[in-house]
T-cell receptor, first 113, second 115 residues
Framework: EPEVTQTPSHQVTQMGQEVILRCVPI?????FYWYRQILGQKVEFLVS????????KSEIFDDQFSVERPDGSNFTLKIRSTKLEDSAMYFC???????????FGPGTRLTVT | AQSVTQLDSHVSVSEGTPVLLRCNYS??????LFWYVQHPNKGLQLLLK??????LVKGINGFEAEFKKSETSFHLTKPSAHMSDAAEYFC?????????????FGKGTHLIIQP
């Protein structure tokens, strides 16, 4: 069964550094998403992406964040200058145009020290 | 604006007994509702979804949920709990049936299965 994959599974970075989280969505899906889950808190929507542009973003998704689909398979989330409060599990998801089912990857745990 | 309230942060049941995880939602439109499960150190897996078709929705692993508009509820049930059901369960709402809108998650209910 096709699945969303994410790399790395765990990323440790120092405050102020840039990080790029990578996702490979399910191949025939057209909608892509990033969510985050701070430890002990709920899963929060960050951004959705369709047709090579951002469709919707939350107030969390400020100028420090950007997303890109650099090729036909990868979908990335970049944090330009990480802060301690960016430490969280980041989930990528994708869905196709016919359904509203979002399929999630296993997540990348980002630790900012 | 949409929101989800999961009424219990933890639910503990004995193996073989029924499971009830409660969820209430708030939505400006006719919502789509979902339940996702997260096993330890795993990603989020879709259990079931409601999208304005049948109000009783059957999902994977014997779970089902009933959409009750009058009560704005979408409670998750299972007749007989199994040890493998121990996980975190999230009730999720979306205001749209399709498209690229983000999902709104509840805080989650931790389901504990006692042997």
């Amino acid at each position: 069964e096709p699945e969303v994959t994410q790399t790395p599974s765990h990323q440790v970075t120092q405050m102020g550094q840039e990080v790029i989280l990578r996702c490979v969505p399910i191949s025939n899906h057209l909608y892509f998403y990033w969510y985050r889950q701070i430890l002990g808190q709920k899963v929060e929507f960050l951004v959705s992406f369709y047709n090579n542009e951002i469709s919707e973003k939350s107030e969390i998704f400020d100028d420090q964040f950007s997303v890109e689909r650099p090729d036909g398979s990868n979908f990335t989330l970049k944090i330009r200058s990480t802060k301690l409060e960016d430490s969280a599990m980041y989930f990528c998801a994708s869905s196709d145009y016919r359904t509203y089912e979002q399929y999630f990857g296993p997540g990348t745990r980002l630790t900012v020290t | 604006a949409q929101s989800v309230t999961q009424l219990d942060s933890h639910v503990s049941v004995s193996e073989g007994t029924p499971v009830l995880l409660r969820c209430n939602y708030s939505s400006s439109y006719s919502p789509s509702l979902f339940w996702y499960v997260q096993h330890p150190n795993k990603g989020l897996q879709l259990l079931l979804k409601y999208t304005s078709a049948a109000t009783l929705v059957k999902g994977i692993n014997g779970f089902e949920a009933e959409f009750k508009k009058s009560e704005t509820s979408f409670h998750l049930t299972k007749p007989s709990a199994h040890m493998s059901d121990a996980a975190e369960y999230f009730c999720v709402v979306s205001d749209t049936v399709g498209g690229a809108d983000g999902l709104t998650f509840g805080k989650g209910t931790h389901l504990i299965i006692q042997p």
